[in-house]
């Protein structure tokens, strides 16, 4: 007789008895010579003697349990796979609630344990190395070259294999446009408690909410890799240590700026600061006319410009920054030329897209929302529309009047 280990620890990852269809605890029995789909029995029916088909009460067995010590003595097998999975449930370093959900342990037994076994084992280490190698030297082909040199940060080639794979990744934001299992909070939206709720419909309720704090808590989980395998103090070390990178890389690229100007002290080098922001305000001064050009014909735009130049040109910051029409300068028209959705507006839609600066997709996507709601309620009110579509109030004022005076929604 062998003894092997478990399926697991869940009954139901293993099949059922095949004499009385129970599932199965440990130990149970295997029949040796039955195959290849494992012939499993629990004590009972073995002991008495269960026969089906070609299997035969004297055929040759194995006993199936994990009660056994693997790596050191008073830790079976089962406890370590318990212990595997209360780390990595409840995190790395956090011995108490590890315990907790063993129940078997204390919370030194296990820090010991898994530090002598599973961290500082050289049999361990020397696998994870060799995985490690393993896995940068099949991505080496794909990664994305890094140019310490620029702010822009890499992005994949377009129509490649590794922008499919990071489709919805802001490089710029160093995340993506999605949140991981981004719909959580969808199985919330049509739950109401309400005081004649029966205590099964009341129960079931807080057990959807309970979910949700457990996908919120794994959402946060997953954006916390390091904090995770690190204490407080050394993920705090590791945060400080990103942000001293990115000052050094971005002095190193101001020396490297000196360099290619040929400067070589740092007396040049304030020199050439000094020059450099006089450069700056010349242009400044230069294509200071082209703000101006629209509001030629209002005398007090022009006014107020030429006061602006008067107090450049004596060296005082002014104290007007912007040009004003009656108190506030208007936005450019947006031009609509090659944006998706355009070909379906009308020219009257297309001049409000233009005034409100808004993209014909997301107008007709506002638009869509609006008639339904319209639809569903028999009218809609302003403020209904504003709830509905989360953009600039008078963006969605200008949208609202728009439809009501063509006809395509009614005021409730």
Known sequence: ???????????????????????????????????????????????????????????????????????????????????????????????????????????????????????????????????????????????IPSNVTTDDPPRPTFDSVLSRDMAGYMPARADFMEEFDNYAEWDLKDIDFVDDDSDILRALKLAVVDIYHSRLKERQRRKKRFARVVGPIEHDKFIESHALEFELRREIRRLQEYRKAGIKSFCSAKVYERVKRMREDERRKRTMLCDVLQYIQDGRACQQWLS??????????????????????????????????????????????????????AYLEYKQALLNECRRQGGLRLAQARALIKIDVNKTRKIYDFLIKEGYITKA
């Open 308 to 361: 602006k130049q008067a107090a450049i040109d004596a060296g005082i910051t002014p104290a007007v920054t912007t040009i004003t029409v009656s108190g506030r300068r208007s936005a450019p028209p947006l031009n609509l030329t090659g944006l998706p959705g355009t070909e379906k507006l009308n020219e009257r839609e297309k001049e409000l897209c233009q005034v409100v600066r808004l993209v014909p997709g």
């Open 1 to 143: 007789m062998d003894r092997l280990a478990s399926f697991g620890n869940d009954p139901f990852d293993k099949p059922p008895c095949r004499g009385c269809s129970s599932y199965l605890t440990e130990p149970y029995i295997k029949c040796a010579e039955c195959g290849p789909s494992p012939f499993l029995l629990c004590l009972q029916c073995f002991t008495r003697g269960f026969e089906y088909k070609k299997h035969q009460s004297d055929h040759k067995y194995e006993i199936m349990t994990s009660d056994f010590p693997v790596l050191e003595p008073g830790w079976t097998a089962q406890e370590e796979m318990a212990l595997l999975e209360a780390v990595m449930d409840c995190g790395f370093g956090n011995w108490q609630d590890v315990a907790y959900q063993m129940r078997t342990k204390t919370k030194e037994e296990c820090e010991s344990h898994y530090m002598k076994n599973f961290i500082n084992n050289p049999l361990f280490s020397s696998t994870l190395l060799s995985l490690r190698k393993t896995k940068d030297s099949r991505f080496a082909e794909g990664a």
